[in-house]
């Protein structure tokens, strides 16, 4: 009973399936073969963009730190919500990769920036020269660490007055299915139609082994991408390994039904929580995560029965006996038996 992360389970008999179909035979590499291709190709269909540039890379750290690099130099600035991944879990590799990039972070519930905060925040850093630097990028995360997931009109709302700033428009698209089923939109819609410049799709928690996409939009940035994705070690030789999850994943909508059944499990499980006495579900669940505060008793019988999942935040004092805030998140192979394990055990 594993609610732990979604990067905990395992992948898809589809996916491997594919993997083992691209293991025959000799290709060209480094993303020169007909398997890289057709997966390029698919992503621009998928999203309407035919002259989309699409690159390859084995984590999102590595996707969100090399496309971010695209939009902000050394001494920009790059706006993003305070509990964004690449403020706190990259260990400063958008940073690196940038050459030195301030990432500014800004408040809001759920893990959402409003067009309130995120214009505050640009007069707070209207300041721009020599001495400030400047404001660069604006990374939003779809579907965000709280579980919330932007709507296409509020990507278009804060990519406008990015766009009226002189930022380009990132998304960090880790969960970017599980947004994507939730919402039930066109992956156009969400993304380029909104004014996002450039996409890190994750594949990695949603059924594949170890690939993410980075979909750039205008696809005059798509050289330069190759040269810093090379240079930070990012391009693998045996490319089709990569490619063949990706068209094994969105073959068939594949990837749309894993990020489904992954949101109705988490759906299922706070419901079933929320009935459970003292505990309350302290987010509004639109996709695949679970957030809750529950009885500190609850916390040891649950984690005595085996269930895993985060204390959030992570600081929590895991001695005494005030109620525990929790994250649980399901995956594509989070099974009903699983949710309904748990909450027996829990009551």
């Known amino acids: 009973m594993n609610f732990a992360s979604d990067n905990a389970g395992g992948v898809h008999p589809r996916i491997m399936a594919a993997l083992a179909a691209a293991n025959e035979g000799h290709v060209p590499s480094y993303g020169a073969d007909r398997i890289t291709h057709a997966a390029q190709d698919r992503v621009r269909e998928l999203f309407d963009a035919p002259e989309a540039a699409v690159h390859f890379l084995t984590s999102g750290t590595a996707a969100n730190a090399l496309a971010l690099s695209l939009l902000a130099p050394g001494w920009g600035k790059v706006f993003c919500h305070e509990t964004a991944h690449i403020q706190t ?23 959402k920036i409003t067009p309130e905060a995120l214009a505050e925040t640009l007069v707070v850093h209207g300041r721009e020269g020599v001495h400030a630097g400047v404001n660069a990028a604006l990374s939003l995360t779809n579907a965000t660490e709280w579980g919330t997931a932007y709507s296409p009109d509020e990507v278009a709302a804060l990519a406008s007055i990015a766009r009226e700033a002189g930022l380009g428009v990132h998304m960090d698209g880790a969960r970017f299915a599980n947004a994507l089923a939730g919402l039930d939109v066109a992956p ?39 040269f810093r994705r090379k240079r930070g070690g990012g391009l693998v030789s045996k490319h089709r390994f990569l490619s063949a999850q990706v068209l094994g994943w969105l073959e068939g909508d594949l990837w749309l039904q894993l990020a489904r059944h992954a949101n109705a499990m988490a759906h299922e499980l706070a419901l079933g929580l929320s009935r459970l006495p003292g505990v309350r579900i302290d987010q509004r669940v639109e996709t695949n995560s679970v957030f809750a505060t529950i009885p500190r008793d609850l916390h040891r019988r649950a984690c005595a029965s085996g269930i895993c999942y985060h204390l959030w935040p992570h600081t929590q004092d895991e001695t005494g006996e005030d109620p525990v805030s929790i994250r649980l998140v399901c995956g594509w192979d989070t099974r009903l038996e699983d949710v309904e394990g748990a909450l027996r055990a829990l009551s």
């Open 89 to 111: 879990s990259e260990t400063g590799a958008p940073e690196f990769f940038t050459g030195g990039a301030k990432l500014v972070g800004i408040p809001g519930i759920g893990g």
């Open 188 to 226: 156009a819609d969400l993304t380029w139609r909104a004014g996002v410049d450039m996409l890190s799709l994750g594949a990695t928690k949603n059924g594949c082994m170890a690939v993410e996409a980075v979909v750039i939009f205008d696809p005059a940035k798509s050289e330069e991408f190759g």
